[in-house]
Each structure stands twice: as C-alpha cells, then as structure tokens.
C-alpha cells in the first residue's frame, strides 16, 4: 500500500511545492492514507512540510500540534540540561527549539539558521524516496514564481533567506551539500535580489511534473 502511495504521489506530482489544498485532497483520496499521516506525524511532515504549517493542516492540525509541543518540552529538557546538541545549526548557539520537523510551526522557526530551514523544507533526514523530485534551481524559481504565493510572507522570505546562504548550491558536478558544509555558491546571492523584478511580469509558471 505504501508503494502504491508513492507511485501515486509521482504521478501526481505532490511535493513540498504543491499547494496543501492539493496534498489533503491527496490525502483524502487514497484508503488508509489519512490514518497513517495521523499515526505518523514526524513522517507526514518530512514529505509535505507545507501541512505543518499553522491553519494548513485543517483535520491534521490537532495531531501536528501535539507533536510540536512533545518535541518542545523534549528539547527545552536538553536546554536546561546544558546540551550542546543541535546546536551547531542554531542562530542561537543552544539546541534547537523543537526538531526540524517543526520548524515552521514556530513563530522564530525553532531557532535554526535561515539554510538549514530551507534545507528542512525541501529535503529528509530519513531514509525513503526524496522529499522533493526537483533540483534546487527549480525549488528557487518556484519560490519566485507566483505559484509559491499561497506561502506565508514570512515563511516566503525565509526560504529565500535560506538559499541565499550558499551551502544550499554548488557547483554541477558535486552533489548536494548539507548545511554547515560550505561550498561555493553556484547561482549568486544577487542573482535572488533581482527575483521581484525579474518574475513579476513573466509568464504563469508551468506545471512541472516529476
């Protein structure tokens, strides 16, 4: 059933850039599917990040919320602990605020550096089929296309943020960098700057399939 999930969600193209209106008539669709989003929330936020967001999740709201508050109390323990984990990938140099699962359900994104919120957004941890079908150059243009305009402004801006770092891009023959490995940038920080400009008049952005 789970290869059947998958196959279906190729086919239809839901990824972390699909609308979440689209991922819950998704959801919906499929037998059983709901239920394991339910069972699974750490997993159902790995691969569709978008529904994690607060207001997003409509049914699954209760469950991603409790989630995000167990996951608190777990790293405000190793806070008060004096625990160095996690927080190599933190602007505040303690661990995160919550796993990265649950990163935007947090107002300041649980405290982790603008890359790796990007990084959470568009790629796993796990061992599984990719987060994304895309390579990061498509994640950029979709986040200066109109087709990302139903994010949050200040989850919009972050994700920019997090790409304009630079451990996000590389150069074509290496692969993809993990943030905290640092490469050199393949597209340039002032190649985002001219996004608006760059975007507001183009053509609608084309339906990508995977």
Same mark, same amino acid.
Do not use: C, K, Q, W
């Given at each position: 059933m789970q290869m059947r999930w998958t196959r279906a969600a190729d086919e239809q193209s839901i990824s972390p850039i699909s609308p979440p209106a689209q991922v819950l008539t998704f959801i919906r669709s499929h037998p059983g599917l709901f239920d394991a989003c339910s069972w699974?929330? +750490?997993?159902?936020?790995?691969?569709?990040p978008q529904?994690?967001?607060?207001?997003?999740?409509?049914?699954?709201?209760?469950v991603f919320q409790r989630a995000y508050q167990e996951s608190v109390c777990k790293h405000q323990k190793l806070r008060d602990e004096k625990s160095v984990f996690g927080s190599s990938v933190t602007t505040s140099g303690l661990p995160p605020v919550s796993d990265e699962e649950w990163i935007f359900r947090d107002s300041a994104f649980s405290e982790y550096k603008p890359d790796h919120v990007a990084y959470a957004y568009f790629h796993s941890e796990m061992f599984?089929?990719?987060?994304s079908p895309f390579e990061e150059? +498509?994640?950029l243009f979709w986040l200066l296309s109109q087709s990302s305009s139903w994010l949050p402004d200040r989850i919009h801006e972050a994700l920019i943020q997090?790409?304009?770092?630079?451990?996000?891009w590389h150069r074509?023959?290496?692969k993809i960098q993990k943030p905290g490995r640092r490469t050199e940038p393949y597209l340039t920080p002032s190649m985002i700057q001219k996004r608006k400009r760059k975007f507001s008049d183009g053509p609608p952005w084309p339906k990508m399939t995977g």
């Open positions: 699974y929330p +750490d997993l159902t936020a790995e691969y569709a529904l994690t967001i607060p207001g997003f999740g409509e049914e699954l709201e209760p599984g089929p990719p987060v150059a +498509d994640h997090g790409m304009r770092g630079g451990s996000m074509p023959e290496n």
